[in-house]
């Protein structure tokens, strides 16, 4: 049983949105599948840290949803910027359970234990939210990436924290989120968003106390990475 990573998977098998457009994403759906299924096995799992679906409704990301469930293992999904599917905490669960993705859940202010990591996260937002409206957000996803810590915390086992949006760069940082990690002492950070030229200024490794590492699918050859294996 092992814990596996990876972010922004941008599936868009029911809409006109395919990341094929893009240098690196070519068939990216078929070397997504076929890198999953090479490595997780059906008693894994796999946090997916937002930028799931293109789908613009819960009924229209129910294509990559289902395809995320044919795959092996547990899904755990955090929301990302680009999840306009998202909707509240009863109607994903209830969506999902009615249309049988049972490999299939939410992280929302909540935490799930997994061998012997407490997965926990949020999206996060921008490093440089000037407008009052966005420093709204920012204290909104501070709050939430708290609770879910804390909820973490409360099941034991190490908080491993899940953020879409980088927490920093070589060239910026969001100090309300750090000092949320900072604050609840958190060892280990993963996060998405960044692709292709943009990773060059990706955090990789310790900073602060914090190993922070980037897990965007373009970046991991669309390979979920090995967090842990029992």
């Given at each position: 049983?092992?814990l596996?990573?990876?972010?922004?998977?941008?599936l868009?098998?029911?809409?006109?949105k395919?990341?094929e457009?893009?240098?690196?994403w070519?068939d990216?759906?078929?070397?997504l599948?076929t890198?999953?299924?090479?490595v997780?096995?059906?008693?894994?799992?796999?946090?997916?840290?937002?930028?799931?679906?293109?789908?613009?409704?819960?009924?229209?990301?129910l294509?990559?949803?289902?395809?995320?469930d044919s795959?092996?293992g547990?899904?755990?999904?955090?929301?990302?910027n680009?999840d306009?599917?998202?909707a509240?905490?009863?109607?994903?669960?209830?969506?999902?359970?009615e249309?049988?993705?049972?490999?299939l859940?939410i992280?929302?202010?909540?935490?799930?234990k997994?061998?012997?990591?407490?997965?926990?996260g949020?999206?996060?937002?921008?490093?440089?939210a000037?407008?009052?409206a966005?420093?709204?957000?920012?204290?909104?996803?501070?709050g939430r990436?708290?609770?879910s810590?804390?909820a973490?915390k409360?099941l034991g086992?190490?908080?491993?924290?899940?953020?879409h949006y980088?927490?920093?760069?070589?060239?910026?940082?969001?100090?309300?989120?750090?000092?949320?990690?900072?604050?609840e002492?958190?060892?280990?950070c993963?996060?998405?968003?960044?692709?292709?030229?943009?990773?060059?200024?990706?955090?990789?490794?310790?900073?602060?106390g914090?190993?922070?590492?980037?897990?965007?699918?373009?970046?991991?050859?669309?390979?979920?990475?090995?967090?842990?294996?029992?």
């Amino acid at each position: 049983m092992s814990l596996f990573a990876i972010a922004d998977t941008h599936l868009s098998l029911a809409a006109d949105k395919s990341m094929e457009i893009f240098p690196g994403w070519q068939d990216y759906v078929t070397r997504l599948e076929t890198q999953w299924r090479a490595v997780v096995g059906a008693d894994d799992t796999v946090v997916i840290a937002g930028d799931v679906s293109w789908g613009m409704s819960l009924e229209g990301a129910l294509r990559d949803f289902q395809f995320l469930d044919s795959l092996p293992g547990k899904k755990l999904i955090l929301k990302g910027n680009h999840d306009y599917w998202w909707a509240t905490r009863k109607k994903m669960d209830c969506f999902f359970e009615e249309h049988a993705l049972a490999s299939l859940r939410i992280v929302h202010n909540d935490a799930v234990k997994v061998e012997g990591f407490a997965v926990c996260g949020t999206r996060g937002w921008f490093f440089d939210a000037e407008a009052d409206a966005e420093k709204k957000v920012v204290r909104r996803e501070a709050g939430r990436l708290r609770a879910s810590i804390q909820a973490a915390k409360a099941l034991g086992g190490e908080p491993v924290a899940f953020l879409h949006y980088p927490p920093l760069t070589h060239t910026a940082r969001c100090e309300e989120i750090l000092q949320v990690l900072q604050e609840e002492k958190i060892r280990r950070c993963y996060y998405g968003h960044l692709h292709g030229s943009a990773t060059r200024a990706a955090v990789t490794g310790e900073r602060e106390g914090i190993q922070f590492t980037l897990i965007s699918a373009d970046y991991l050859h669309f390979c979920p990475q090995l967090l842990r294996t029992s």
